[in-house]
């Protein structure tokens, strides 16, 4: 998606104070304060947030670009600001690296992966939120503080010198000379009744030993309890961004398989004082439902749907906020003869957020791009015109690329997965990747076993060849075999060329 520039200058000149309110569509790099004032809720909102008391597990289901993270951003907020019935805490769960290296390791998948991630961010937000209101300390006896350290032990790495001297930097101690080598050094003098609760956490860190065998239910059970210790009512884990890294962004088959040991563990899904709430894509949803474990009966589902009255108050909220109030709505700044210009881009939008935000963002380049004498800031029906080609232009060429955005026959995507069409097949070990990839690279031509030796061992060649022989290439082509063929009894796209070496067929 091309980026548009429209000078800041010109912005404030018409005046839009705090820049361009269109030019960032993802709610993750919004700025807070901003987004928090133009946040406009849907109708699933209330039910998504729910309440302290009475947590419940819940499903969000929106297509890219319909709210799905801000709404999550908002829900963050409201926890934070005890709004309804109690100081919530919130752990955003949107780094799936640990339950991705299990199932890269062809390792069981289970709800322990999942709990490792989750708690890796819910601790350390946990200890910042203890810094910021040090009066929940007293609650935390010996044992309690046993437990936390623990806690911080096995899931953080709030116990080295760089992990700690990072965290307190972060939230807050850079210009207090605190670091991990004065806190281990038990010789500070500090009225902080935080930093003597963290100095005697590290104090009974080394006693810890490693954990025994804990269910993954036990070990959310023990952090909820040490939340509510710390002043929280409830937990809620916000499972996002679930489409967008790979390989779940290209298979909605694969983010299903990621959180299926979560959305089919009631007893986790319904663990008192706690709640997951997942925002998921339309699809995804679809293939969460074809799991039999999946109780639908027992989890809320919500759908975003965005009515062109709702996207054209949202795009009036943002003008306003980025105007502080100078301008209520873009319709105030159009030539006469240009009639319904916000509810014009609502209905183009086809319910998209991202979609409004795209078109107002177009409007703004090519009213910035025009040069009239006269009512030179006003928008015209030209402009109109223009933005609205744009964006049908520019909507047909993504919808092109993402229907070609994979190649024929077997091929290697862009994180090292094996393809074959369109479908994903997983990733190999070193020598058989080599081994695919000089293939893949002389596809329709015949590769010799010297030359395969080469392209798998490199400068060793000359020390294995004699000792390997074509055998060890054989056998390194079987297990590829067992991979990217359909049936590898009888395949047809890595073929044996007798006495000569192998083809990949075209």
């Not at 000149?13 to 993750?28: D, V, Y």
């Not at 304060?33 to 998504?48: G, N, R, T």
């Not at 809320?300 to 100078?326: A, C, P, Y």
């Not at 994979?406 to 393809?419: L, P, T």
Request: charged share 25%; aromatic share 10%; glycine share 6%.
């Amino acid at each position: 998606m091309e980026d548009l520039h429209v000078p800041d200058a010109w912005l404030l000149q018409i005046g839009f104070k705090l820049g361009n309110p269109f030019s960032t569509r993802e709610a993750s790099r919004e700025p807070e304060p901003e987004l928090l004032q133009y946040f406009v809720q849907h109708p699933s909102f209330d039910d998504i947030m729910g309440d302290a008391l009475h947590p419940k597990s819940s499903f969000l289901v929106a297509e890219r670009g319909c709210g799905k993270t801000t709404t999550r951003r908002a829900i963050e907020w409201n926890c934070f600001a005890g709004r309804p019935n109690g100081l919530i805490l919130p752990v955003s769960y949107v780094d799936f690296s640990i339950p991705l290296e299990a199932m890269n390791g062809n390792d069981q998948l289970t709800t322990d992966y999942h709990v490792a991630a989750i708690l890796r961010e819910g601790v350390p937000l946990l200890l910042e939120k203890l810094a910021q209101t040090p009066r929940n300390i007293g609650e935390f006896s010996l044992g309690f503080r046993k437990l936390l350290s623990s806690y911080l032990v096995h899931y953080t790495n709030l116990n080295t010198d760089v992990g700690l001297d990072r965290w307190l930097r972060k939230i807050g101690y850079a210009n207090k000379k605190i670091s991990f080598e004065t806190l281990q050094s038990k010789n500070v003098s500090t009225k902080d009744a935080f930093l003597r609760f963290l100095i005697d956490l590290l104090a009974l860190a080394p006693k810890q030993k490693i954990f025994k065998r804990e269910s993954a239910l036990d070990q959310m059970s023990k952090f909820v309890f040490l939340a509510e210790l710390s002043g929280f009512k409830s937990v809620y884990i916000l499972v996002d961004r679930l489409d967008e890294k790979e390989p779940m962004s290209s298979s909605s088959q694969e983010a299903a398989k990621l959180i299926e040991p979560l959305v089919t563990d009631l007893h986790l899904l319904e663990l008192e004082k706690m709640a997951f709430k997942f925002f998921v894509t339309p699809s995804i949803m679809d293939k969460i439902n074809e799991h039999p474990g999946f109780r639908t009966d027992r989890l809320m589902i919500r759908h975003i749907n965005w009515s062109e009255e709702k996207l054209q108050q949202l795009l009036d909220r943002r003008v306003e906020v980025f105007t502080q109030g100078k301008l209520p709505s873009l319709d105030v700044v159009c030539e006469p003869d240009v009639i319904g210009l916000v509810s014009k881009l609502s209905s183009l939008a086809n319910g998209s957020p991202r979609n409004m935000m795209r078109l107002a963002e177009w409007l703004l380049y090519w009213r910035h791009t025009r040069t009239l004498f006269g009512n030179e800031f006003l928008i015209s029906n030209q402009d109109l015109e223009n933005s609205i080609n744009s964006f049908l232009n520019e909507s047909k060429n993504i919808a092109k690329t993402d229907k070609n955005k994979f190649q024929s026959g077997i091929w290697i995507d862009e994180s090292a997965y094996v393809c074959r069409e369109a479908k994903k097949l997983g990733r190999l070990p070193e020598l058989q990747f080599k081994l695919l990839s000089h293939l893949i690279v002389n596809k329709g031509k015949i590769c010799t076993y010297a030359s395969l030796r080469k392209s798998v061992y490199g400068e060793m060649v000359d020390s294995v060849e004699g000792k390997l022989g074509d055998d060890r290439i054989d056998q390194l082509i079987k297990r590829i075999r067992k991979l990217v063929e359909e049936d590898s009894k009888y395949p047809k796209y890595i073929v044996k060329v007798a006495a000569k070496g192998y083809i990949l067929e075209e």
